[in-house]
């Protein structure tokens, strides 16, 4: 969540000094941040470097805009993640503040840009037309709301994955274990979401992401390759309660389960990817 001074987020061109700075900062290696957003698409989040500040600039398509980064609040569910090492405008709030089945306890009109990522696994699902209400409330007018949800369902690039695999068993077990209390789905309803809570100028972008390194272009294949190992983790880990606690798979079945899907995740043919939807939405 970004929290600035009195600058609210604008399009570039009401600054034509910045629009060029925007343009120039693409060969500036300070320009693409290491970060998950950036590595999946560096035109949707980049920052640029303008009169001695820097500033988030995120497009779809060819809409640009940009923002001021001066204080960051993170909100994450465990201290475990926090880095060693932090930037001093960097407040990182670790279960024991905001809850976000709840009710934010930040006031009305206090960020101008807040971004919301993976978080379906633990949000209610009656809590997501709430949840967006909040994060409307607390932008300030003109300020910016980005959300990543990533469908865990598990599908092929060529159409080779059917329903006698173990990828797909794994995402339908996992979608059926949780649909009573969570919304695996929601990620294809973020841009629907956030229209109905008020937000305007809202865009939803569809990004496949490979499990392994099977894509014939560069970039997404090494994306494929890094993000092998937290596939192989993830499906042992996301699913290992539900699995167990609520559809009563026994250990065994379900380490064969798993096992089974990390060897179709190596089988390059079968060119498995995760959909990510990332949406974006102004408050007026």
Request: proline residues 7%; aromatic residues 10%.
């Amino acid at each position: 969540m970004n929290k600035t001074a009195n600058r609210p987020t604008m399009p570039w061109s009401a600054s034509p000094a910045l629009a060029r700075t925007v343009e120039e900062s693409r060969l500036d290696p300070r320009a693409n941040p290491e970060s998950g957003t950036t590595e999946l698409d560096e035109s949707f989040l980049e920052l640029t470097t303008y009169q001695g500040r820097e500033f988030q600039n995120y497009s779809l398509e060819n809409s640009i805009y940009f923002g001021p980064v001066d204080d960051v609040i993170g909100v994450d569910i465990s201290p475990h993640m926090k880095p060693d090492d932090t930037p001093e405008n960097l407040w990182l709030q670790c279960n024991q503040v905001d809850d976000l089945n709840r009710t934010f306890t930040f006031p009305p009109n206090h960020f101008d840009l807040v971004h919301s990522r993976l978080i379906a696994s633990g949000l209610h699902r009656q809590r997501w037309p709430r949840y967006i209400r909040d994060i409307k409330r607390t932008l300030r007018p003109g300020g910016w709301v980005q959300m990543a949800e990533m469908y865990f369902n598990v599908q092929s690039d060529n159409g080779t994955i059917t329903n006698d695999h173990a990828l797909r068993q794994w995402s339908s077990r996992y979608a059926r274990s949780i649909e009573d209390v969570k919304d695996p789905r929601v990620a294809m309803n973020l841009g629907n979401l956030l229209t109905s809570a008020g937000f305007v100028n809202v865009e939803t972008k569809l990004i496949n992401i490979p499990l392994a390194a099977w894509s014939n272009d560069p970039r997404m294949r090494e994306i494929g390759s890094l993000n092998r190992l937290n596939v192989y983790r993830l499906f042992g880990s996301l699913a290992l309660y539900p699995l167990m606690k609520r559809l009563h798979m026994s250990r065994e079945e379900f380490e064969v389960l798993v096992a089974q899907a990390r060897i179709e995740v190596d089988n390059l043919s079968l060119k498995a990817y995760f959909p990510l939807y990332v949406s974006i939405g102004q408050k007026p």
